[in-house]
């Protein structure tokens, strides 16, 4: 049987707000337990909300990002539990009326088409405290820093189809909170994580299957994993005759496995009331309008503008755009080749050094492209030369990590260590010739069509030049000379 | 000169001003009496003598620097459902029954500013639920014209401390007619302001939507002056309106000349009693001698204003109490097992039983299955019955009617059914239901128990309230009369 795989994500993005969404209190990460909590965030009796304009502001951005209405007049409403880390007894949130409907973001699947993913809605409420277990002997410890920080709660349609497709979505709408700024992104602090709903159903049907809920996944690799698991865990079971129930799961990252933590029928009936001491949220349209001005370039429009302006594939253009920081380099990395008119700097070039060559070693010492440790000038000075022939291409690898390493610049790596390679055509055609007399089988072997041979010729001549001959000069005249 | 307790607000700041008496020794005159008559009459929670002379003193230091404003020096009471820094606010529940506020709410903050000074915290139902009194943690307020007789509630104790002249003034709310119906049957002046003139910023919720702070005086002209320091917009109260506040005081003399007055048709129905009925009447025909025209008016959906009510209070109350969980502050039950234990106990402990029993009711009718059935039906009818009042203020100025049907019960003549309590509030939800100002003034004595006439205005109306209040209270000495024993 051929299963199809349905998800939909419920996104958390924390607003980076200065203060929390209905009180007066810090929003930093870190403090010492319970000093960013005020009596608001205690609810302490008589105490009542007051909404933060700049969560408003955060959301409506947002919505305008994504092509979604934003509602002339939302509603907050009470979504009542009883939680120790819930000091109200409910959550301040949206239910009917959400700040935010509809809208959709573009992704780009493995094969380089482009999925529509449409947003349901998108609605601010207020985060819960949390509570602590570890160090408190058997107690059980509140810390309400983190309750009333705002969050916007991304709902999509149950659109994607894969594991992978889920991840890029969630990338999506990460890069796009991010250029937004109205979230730093970071999943480590848990400002941004997701709920998915993962069901299975066979193809062509039309019924969705019964879900189940996976929550509070904080990293995209749990994201993959966690669906992965739940979906092969799901047809296990409905192959095996079984039924899936609707639950609520928690992914283990550890054992890698997804586990039950409540079924539908222990689910809480949340009594949605609007919230009688908010006032509806009510926007007009010169509030839109001065929000929309507001808008930088999105990441689509910035990787069609790539394309446009520098030719650049889909594909480049998408991974260039993941974020306005790494556009911005590749992008100063350009300008600053205006300062060498005499020398073509091809766009494409520069692409995959930014992309290959500089994030690996952005990679492997752990490091964001705002704090890379070569400036884009002097990237674009290691591409000139490059671009000029001082250095080949595979020689701008040492270079530049050379560069990383030591802090130095380029031109000053090359001289150093004597890297500058060797474009004048008698010093290579010596070391040609000197390869060819030291190898008389070989060149036989090669004349009489073995062609596979010429690959060894190159090596043996750039290992005679140190790796300095410039390899299109190289393959040239090798070929001249071992045609005879 | 009369007695220092039987002066107004305005006398007392009259004497204050010109040093005839000392802060100081009016808060003595009235300590005594409120200490004097607590074991009688109940009306305090908590009696804060010490902090209520310091700020006396402090008064008269205002007073003596020329640095006083109309209310320095002057003693009142605050409803236990304020928070008073530093004291106990109890809210006259087990669950806040050792609970010090670290802070005080807007309302005590503005009066405290304007160098009133805190008798003390009055006894009130617990959680402001209920129409007696009874359901106090404290125990019940007795109603010092027949002891054997409630004094209303929620804000019985408020009423009760200034009928019974232990304080000249005290703070109340009003969330269905907790200060109307109170001030009625003690025969004192009860002003609930328009929904969102007083901050409710400190006031404890019972119902966010319905509760109104607001005040229980001798007579409009005290209710004038406190509300002038008490109203205004307070950017801590998302639902206080941002209108300035008028000179109350200054508006109370104007004529009733050309004055269109509304009566209630459906107030006067098979449930008020006759001898209230005439009441109001008479106090109808002193209005229109006085100029005032008055006309017939008609709100057709007022009567189901007690089911609309009993359907939007409980089910914000049964959210509002959440909070009460024995975690961060109030009650909590010895040595709870688990968590659920804890939740349990604790407020299963530390509520009583109407509070209880309007949580469930509110939780239920918040349910899924039931919320359409109960709770948006309530609020697409309290949507007619606001309607219907801003239809009849079209035609009228303001409405008159009684405040409640009958005159003080007795102590648990109403406790074991409580929907006969809950219709006690008949004439008053209605103006909480359309977050409309409303007073309610003495009119007459049935049986020797007071009763009252409530005006209703439009919203942000105080003002003509106040004024006919005040017209009326100037032919008349209803307001006046004291409880035998108590004068």
């Known amino acids: 049987m051929e299963w199809e795989t349905v998800i939909g994500l419920e996104i958390h993005a924390q607003l980076a707000t200065q203060s929390k969404i209905f009180s007066g209190s810090a929003t930093a990460y870190g403090a010492p337990p319970n000093a960013q909590a005020n009596l608001v965030d205690l609810a302490y009796p008589g105490v009542l909300p007051v909404l933060n304009a700049e969560a408003v502001r955060m959301a409506v951005k947002f919505g305008l990002a994504i092509n979604a209405r934003v509602t002339r007049r939302s509603i907050f409403a009470r979504k009542n539990y009883f939680y120790p880390d819930l000091p109200k007894g409910y959550q301040i949130s949206q239910y009917e009326l959400p700040i935010v409907c509809g809208g959709a973001v573009d992704i780009m699947l493995d094969d380089g088409t482009v999925k529509r993913i449409d947003v349901t809605r998108a609605h601010l409420e207020e985060d819960a405290g949390k509570s602590l277990h570890e160090g408190l002997a058997g107690m059980t410890g509140v810390d309400l820093n983190r309750a009333g920080t705002p969050l916007i709660e991304i709902v999509s349609e149950p659109e994607m189809r894969s594991a992978r497709e889920a991840v890029a979505y969630m990338k999506k709408i990460h890069t796009l909170v991010r250029y937004l700024e109205i979230c730093d992104g970071n999943m480590q602090e848990g400002s941004f994580r997701c709920d998915a709903n993962v069901s299975v159903r066979q193809r062509g049907a039309e019924k969705l299957g019964t879900r189940a809920e996976i929550k509070n996944l904080n990293s995209f690799r749990f994201v993959e994993k966690a669906i992965n698991y739940e979906v092969a865990r799901q047809i296990e079971l409905l192959e095996g005759g079984g039924q899936v129930v609707q639950e609520t799961r928690l992914y283990d990252a550890e054992r890698g496995e997804t586990r039950s933590m409540r079924s539908k029928e222990e689910a809480n009936d949340y009594r949605y009331f609007p919230d009688p001491d908010l006032l509806p949220v009510e926007i007009d349209q010169l509030y839109i309008d001065t929000v929309c001005a507001s808008l930088p370039e999105l990441p689509d429009q910035k990787a069609q503008r790539l394309r446009k302006d520098y030719g650049l594939s889909a594909y480049d253009a998408g991974v260039l755009t993941a974020s306005a920081e790494l556009a911005d380099y590749y992008e100063t990395v350009l300008e600053k080749a205006a300062s060498f008119p005499d020398i073509v700097i091809s766009p494409k070039l520069a692409a995959n050094t930014v992309m290959g060559e500089l994030g690996g070693l952005l990679n492997r010492d752990g490091v964001e492209i705002s704090d890379s440790r070569v400036a884009p000038a002097a990237l674009t000075k290691l591409l000139a030369r490059v671009a000029d022939n001082t250095i080949s291409g595979k020689m701008a690898k040492d270079v530049l990590e050379a560069m990383w390493d030591e802090g130095k610049e380029a031109d000053a790596i090359i001289e150093a260590r004597g890297w500058r390679q060797i474009t004048d055509e008698s010093a290579i055609e010596a070391a040609i010739d000197a390869v060819i007399a030291a190898n008389p089988s070989q060149l036989a072997q090669y004349r009489s069509g073995k062609d596979k041979l010429f690959g060894f010729f190159v090596g043996q001549t750039m290992k005679a030049t140190q790796g300095k001959a410039n390899p299109a000069r190289l393959n040239e005249l090798l070929k001249k000379k071992l045609s005879g | 000169m009369s007695a220092l307790h039987d002066k107004s607000v305005a006398e007392l700041s009259a004497a204050l001003r010109a040093r005839q008496v000392s802060s100081v020794e009016v808060t003595q005159a009235f300590l005594e009496r409120v200490t004097r008559h607590q074991a009688d009459l109940n009306a305090f929670i908590s009696i804060t003598a010490e902090a209520a002379l310091a700020e006396a003193a402090q008064a008269d230091a205002r007073l003596r620097s020329q640095d006083a404003g109309p209310l320095t020096g002057v003693p009142i009471a605050h409803k236990d459902i304020f928070c008073t820094r530093g004291e106990k606010t109890t809210c006259g529940s087990r669950m806040l029954a050792n609970f010090v506020s670290p802070y005080d709410a807007t309302v005590v903050e503005r009066l405290r500013a304007a160098g009133v000074v805190m008798l003390g915290k009055t006894n009130m139902d617990e959680f402001a639920m209920g129409s007696s009194n009874e359901t106090s943690f404290f125990g019940p307020?007795?109603?010092?014209?027949?002891?054997?007789?409630?004094?209303?509630?929620?804000?019985?104790?408020?009423?009760?401390?200034?009928?019974?002249?232990?304080?000249?003034?005290?703070?109340?709310?009003?969330?269905?007619?907790?200060?109307?119906?109170?001030?009625?049957?003690?025969?004192?002046?009860?002003?609930?302001?328009?929904?969102?003139?007083?901050?409710?910023?400190?006031?404890?919720?019972?119902?966010?939507?319905?509760?109104?702070?607001?005040?229980?005086?001798?007579?409009?002209?005290?209710?004038?002056?406190?509300?002038?320091?008490?109203?205004?917009?307070?950017?801590?109260?998302?639902?206080?309106?941002?209108?300035?506040?008028?000179?109350?005081?200054?508006?109370?003399?104007?004529?009733?000349?050309?004055?269109?007055?509304?009566?209630?048709?459906?107030?006067?129905?098979?449930?008020?009693?006759?001898?209230?009925?005439?009441?109001?009447?008479?106090?109808?025909?002193?209005?229109?001698?006085?100029?005032?025209?008055?006309?017939?008016?008609?709100?057709?959906?007022?009567?189901?204003?007690?089911?609309?009510?009993?359907?939007?209070?409980?089910?914000?109350?049964?959210?509002?109490?959440?909070?009460?969980?024995?975690?961060?502050?109030?009650?909590?039950?010895?040595?709870?097992?688990?968590?659920?234990?804890?939740?349990?106990?604790?407020?299963?402990?530390?509520?009583?039983?109407?509070?209880?029993?309007?949580?469930?009711?509110?939780?239920?009718?918040?349910?899924?299955?039931?919320?359409?059935?109960?709770?948006?039906?309530?609020?697409?009818?309290?949507?007619?019955?606001?309607?219907?009042?801003?239809?009849?203020?079209?035609?009228?100025?303001?409405?008159?009617?009684?405040?409640?049907?009958?005159?003080?019960?007795?102590?648990?003549?109403?406790?074991?059914?409580?929907?006969?309590?809950?219709?006690?509030?008949?004439?008053?939800?209605?103006?909480?239901?359309?977050?409309?100002?409303?007073?309610?003034?003495?009119?007459?004595?049935?049986?020797?128990?007071?009763?009252?006439?409530?005006?209703?205005?439009?919203?942000?109306?105080?003002?003509?309230?106040?004024?006919?209040?005040?017209?009326?209270?100037?032919?008349?000495?209803?307001?006046?009369?004291?409880?035998?024993?108590?004068?």
């Open chain 2, 141 to 487: 307020v007795r109603n010092p014209w027949d002891v054997a007789r409630v004094p209303g509630g929620s804000s019985g104790g408020s009423a009760v401390a200034v009928a019974a002249r232990l304080a000249p003034a005290a703070t109340a709310t009003d969330t269905g007619g907790s200060i109307r119906q109170p001030a009625a049957l003690c025969g004192v002046t009860g002003l609930k302001p328009t929904y969102g003139r007083v901050s409710r910023f400190g006031m404890i919720a019972f119902a966010s939507s319905l509760d109104q702070g607001g005040l229980i005086t001798r007579s409009a002209e005290d209710a004038a002056l406190l509300l002038g320091a008490m109203a205004g917009f307070d950017e801590r109260d998302s639902t206080s309106v941002e209108l300035p506040v008028p000179d109350y005081s200054g508006a109370l003399g104007q004529p009733l000349k050309g004055l269109k007055i509304g009566v209630l048709k459906e107030f006067f129905d098979n449930g008020l009693d006759p001898a209230i009925e005439q009441h109001i009447r008479a106090a109808l025909d002193l209005l229109h001698a006085q100029g005032a025209v008055i006309k017939d008016v008609s709100l057709p959906h007022l009567p189901l204003s007690v089911p609309t009510y009993y359907v939007v209070a409980p089910a914000e109350c049964s959210s509002n109490l959440a909070r009460f969980d024995g975690v961060r502050y109030g009650h909590r039950c010895d040595k709870p097992r688990d968590l659920l234990d804890l939740y349990q106990r604790s407020r299963g402990e530390g509520f009583g039983a109407e509070v209880k029993r309007r949580i469930m009711t509110g939780t239920y009718v918040l349910s899924a299955g039931y919320y359409d059935a109960f709770y948006l039906k309530a609020q697409r009818v309290r949507q007619l019955i606001s309607n219907d009042f801003e239809r009849a203020f079209h035609e009228v100025d303001v409405v008159i009617g009684p405040t409640t049907p009958t005159a003080a019960f007795e102590l648990g003549a109403k406790t074991s059914d409580p929907v006969t309590m809950y219709l006690n509030d008949i004439y008053t939800i209605g103006a909480n239901l359309a977050g409309l100002p409303a007073i309610s003034v003495p009119c007459g004595l049935a049986q020797g128990l007071p009763t009252g006439m409530q005006i209703i205005g439009p919203h942000f109306g105080e003002e003509r309230l106040l004024n006919v209040a005040h017209r009326y209270q100037l032919e008349t000495d209803w307001h006046r009369r004291t409880p035998p024993g108590f004068a």
